[in-house]
Antibody
Framework: EVQLVESGGGLVQPGRSLRLSCAAS????????MHWVRQAPGKGLEWVSG????????GYADSVKGRFTISRDNAKNSLYLQMNSLRAEDTALYYC???????????????WGQGTMVTVSS | EIVLTQSPATLSLSPGERATLSCRAS??????LAWYQQKPGQAPRLLIY???NRATGIPARFSGSGSGTDFTLTISSLEPEDFAVYYC????????FGPGTKVDIK
């Protein structure tokens, strides 16, 4: 079964850091770009960051550029999001999502995890 | 950044009726547009990719059309499980999503 499972969310104070993880299974992880998409409570979807299959290309939304870092470990079938200098507006459910086509960096997302909640509050 | 707008914000319909949802891009995205369905407490599900291609396992009552800046998702006859929020997403540049259209029961 194709599956993505996020972890690492929680309650964190403004200005602190958090690292999210996404464990992939059921597909050849190192063939696909992976992305993070977030959803603030009661709001819509916002793309956060994406990374190519070989980590050679990376992109970030302007709202997180310079504060968040995406990475992957293909040997561990895992995707990560290092979040620094967190703000209240980063409070959201963070999903990892798989690009639909092999080797395509920017694509539709055909597999989603169930998300991990990040709450930034003092 | 390519901005997507969706209309209407809410669509109130009855089961069996036809639903027509619109997505407009601030600049051409060619046919690089996808549609997702999201139900409360669930992750989004890919319905349509590249404007008109149904994703794996998606029923034929869902169809997509359009190119350039104007796109439409049509649900030919609403089933009870289709009442949800629908988002469009472009992949012409770094991804962006529309604000969503909620399809609720009239």
């Amino acid at each position: 079964e194709v599956q993505l499972v996020e972890s690492g969310g929680g309650l964190v104070q403004p200005g602190r850091s958090l690292r999210l993880s996404c464990a992939a299974s059921g597909f050849t992880f190192d063939d696909y770009a992976m992305h993070w998409v977030r959803q603030a409570p009661g709001k819509g979807l916002e793309w956060v960051s994406g990374i190519s299959w070989n980590s050679g290309s990376i992109g970030y939304a302007d709202s997180v550029k310079g504060r968040f870092t995406i990475s992957r470990d293909n040997a561990k079938n895992s995707l990560y999001l290092q979040m620094n200098s967190l703000r209240a507006e980063d409070t959201a459910l963070y999903y990892c999502a798989k690009a639909r086509r092999v080797y395509a960096l920017i694509d539709a997302f055909d597999i989603w995890g169930q998300g991990t909640m990040v709450t930034v509050s003092s | 950044e390519i901005v997507l707008t969706q209309s209407p914000a809410t669509l109130s319909l009855s089961p069996g009726e036809r639903a027509t949802l619109s997505c407009r891009a601030s600049q051409s995205v060619s046919s690089y547009l996808a549609w997702y369905q999201q139900k409360p407490g669930q992750a989004p599900r890919l319905l349509i990719y590249d404007a008109s291609n149904r994703a794996t396992g998606i029923p034929a009552r869902f169809s997509g059309s359009g190119s350039g800046t104007d796109f439409t998702l049509t649900i030919s006859s609403l089933e009870p499980e289709d009442f949800a929020v629908y988002y469009c997403q472009q992949r012409s540049n770094w991804p962006t999503f529309g604000p969503g259209t909620k399809v609720d029961i009239k």
